[in-house]
């Protein structure tokens, strides 16, 4: 079996011309967006999705302008987390209309068009060859979604990233930069340790690293409004910025279960205790990512 590396030139399919064009079409789009910042996690189950849920809506309650684009496709969630499952993507002047909640909030999720339980299928690829196209052809969706969506004016894009070390590396080398990444664990060593080694390979990109969030850092408890622990505590730092600790709290997990309606938040008479800390995460990302912008077209294709 041959390999790229075998083949003299582009073997007539003009690869890097599509590239540069892409790469185009994609700064373009993403012209009237002001930062780009992208949630990724070592592991899945440390509630990445459900922070960047949380995280748009504290934002938005800033007067912010906030999109996110759920990129794990083989577990899209953000669609029901906003509410839009099932919601309809309608045509746009340049592509695609951005799907928006009541209160704003842009989600673009292929789990608006997958029906429950459904999968991304990709029939064109050979039976028993997902292994070698699979990624190739999930990030040609994911080209498609930036490019013809019509994102419009953006104070912020957010990135639901699929879980995985090398998984983050891969979209930290596509992503148009820089976007700024932001981890997500939980404390404990398992973890953490993970986290650390998607940080030793997001450095190796020259990706900027805005910080981690320790999720679950303890339970809230409703009841005597503390926070009590809930794993034992990680020895192990993590060599980047803390951008805060947010503790679980069954409430935030309700809301987003119930797609986050309006006026939701404080049903119970007072808001869930974890939407306090990620308030404080927001502040400290707005301070750590206060400029970062999608290349132009120019720069994109140099």
Known sequence: ??????????????????????????????????????????????????????????????GETVAILDADFNGPTQAQMAGLAGAPWVPAGRGVALPRRADGIGVVSLGSLLPAGGELRFDT????????????????VLGQLLRTVDWGELDWLLFDLPPGAERTVQYAEFLPGPAAFVLVTIPSDLARGVVARSLTALAGTGAPIAGYVENMAGYWCAG??????????????????????????????????????????????SEPGALRAVREVAERLIAAVPTVHAATPEEAVR
């Not at 700064?27 to 967006?33: H, K, R, S």
Request: charged share 25%.
């Open 1 to 62: 079996m041959k390999s790229y590396s075998d083949i003299a030139g582009d073997g007539g399919s003009n690869v890097v011309g599509q590239i540069v064009e892409q790469r185009r079409e994609i700064a373009e789009a993403l012209a009237g967006v002001r930062r780009l910042v992208a949630v990724g996690s070592g592991k899945g189950g440390v509630g990445k999705s459900t922070l960047t849920m949380a995280l748009a809506r504290a934002l938005a309650g800033r």
């Open 125 to 140: 690829v050979s039976r028993g060859e997902q292994h070698t196209w699979r990624a190739t052809r999930e990030f040609a």
């Open 224 to 269: 005597c409004g503390e926070v009590r622990p809930l794993f034992p505590e990680a020895a192990e730092p993590l060599d980047a910025p803390c951008l805060g600790r947010v503790p679980f709290d069954p409430r935030l997990a309700e809301l987003c279960d119930r797609g986050w309606p309006a006026g939701a938040d404080a049903e119970a008479g």
